[in-house]
């Protein structure tokens, strides 16, 4: 008996294989720019807003400020 029990490949790529993988990989690379091209418009838009976050932030902490004067003010009203 001449059949070998072990297993073996075959060198052959079919041309259906080999589209497939292009297709497949160019549709990886495709998705991959897309991606990236997101991250750099998310992270673009983020460096916009952040003077404006710094600004609200100030601001939020002004508006605190004068409720606790407010209060302050209505106490000492409500006091006379």
Do not use: K
């Not at 008996?1 to 990989?25: C, E, F, K, S």
């Amino acid at each position: 008996m001449t059949d070998n029990p072990r297993w073996h490949l075959q060198r052959q790529i079919t041309l259906g294989v080999l589209i497939a993988i292009l297709v497949q990989t160019s549709g990886a690379l495709i998705w991959a720019g897309r991606v990236g091209e997101r991250l750099n418009h998310l992270e673009r838009a983020s460096v916009r807003a952040s003077p404006f976050a710094e600004r609200l932030a100030g601001v939020e902490t002004e508006m605190r400020l004068v409720r606790q004067s407010l209060n302050r003010i209505e106490q000492r009203m409500e006091d006379d």
